[in-house]
C-alpha cells in the first residue's frame, strides 16, 4: 500500500522543476535518488489512475532532455495529453548516477541516447521505448509526431476493449 506521504512527494517530484537561485538552468533529474523507487511509485499511482507510465530517460547535461520538456510544457495540448493519460517521471542517466537497476529494468533504454521515452502500463510491463530523435524537427520537436505518439501509446490505445 503507497503510503500518503510518499503520494504527495511523488507527486510534487512528477510535477514540479526547480530553478537554482542563481541561474536559469531547468532542473528535472534528480541523480540522488532511488530510481527504482520512483518506477515503483509512479506504477502505483497509474494503477489507481488508470494510467500508464510516461518516463523521460536522461539528464539534466542533456540540451535535448531539457528542450523536449520546454517543448512540451509550452504546448498545451501535449501537456495536457501526459496529465490526462500518463503519470510523467523523469529518471536520471548520468555519471553521477547511470541508476543501472532501473536501466535494466527499463530494458536498457540508453541504446537510443537522450531523452529517451518509456512506456510501462500500470503493472510495470514495458510497452514501448521511443527514440525521440523520431520526434525531433530542425533544432527542435514536431508537435504532430509527439502527439501521435502519445494518443498512440495511452492506456484506451491499446486497450482492445475500445477498438
Known amino acids: 500500500m503507497i503510503r500518503p506521504f510518499i503520494v504527495s512527494a511523488l507527486l510534487i517530484i512528477l510535477t514540479e522543476t526547480s530553478f537554482p537561485q ?22 502505483l499511482l497509474a494503477q489507481s489512475e488508470n ?5 523521460q530517460v536522461g539528464g539534466n547535461w542533456c540540451p535535448w532532455c531539457i ?3 520546454k517543448f512540451i510544457k509550452q504546448h498545451q495540448t501535449l501537456d495536457s ?13 548520468s555519471m553521477e548516477n ?11 533504454p540508453q541504446r537510443f541516447s537522450f531523452p529517451v521515452f518509456v512506456i510501462l502500463d500500470a503493472e ?13 524537427e530542425k ?12 494518443l498512440n501509446w495511452n492506456y484506451s490505445a491499446i486497450n482492445p ?3
Do not use: C
Open 22 to 43: 542563481n541561474n536559469d538552468t531547468l532542473v528535472l533529474y534528480h541523480p540522488d535518488m532511488d530510481a527504482v523507487e520512483q518506477i515503483d511509485q509512479a506504477i
Open 51 to 55: 494510467k500508464h507510465v510516461l518516463i
Open 67 to 69: 528542450r523536449l520538456h
Open 81 to 93: 495529453l501526459i496529465r490526462a493519460d500518463y503519470v510523467l517521471l523523469h529518471v536520471n542517466y
Open 98 to 108: 547511470k541508476n543501472p537497476e532501473a536501466m535494466k529494468r527499463l530494458e536498457f
Open 124 to 136: 510495470g510491463k514495458r510497452l514501448h521505448t521511443q527514440n525521440t530523435a523520431y520526434l525531433e
Open 139 to 150: 533544432e527542435s520537436y514536431n508537435e504532430e509526431k509527439i502527439k501521435e505518439f502519445l
Open 161 to 163: 476493449e475500445t477498438y
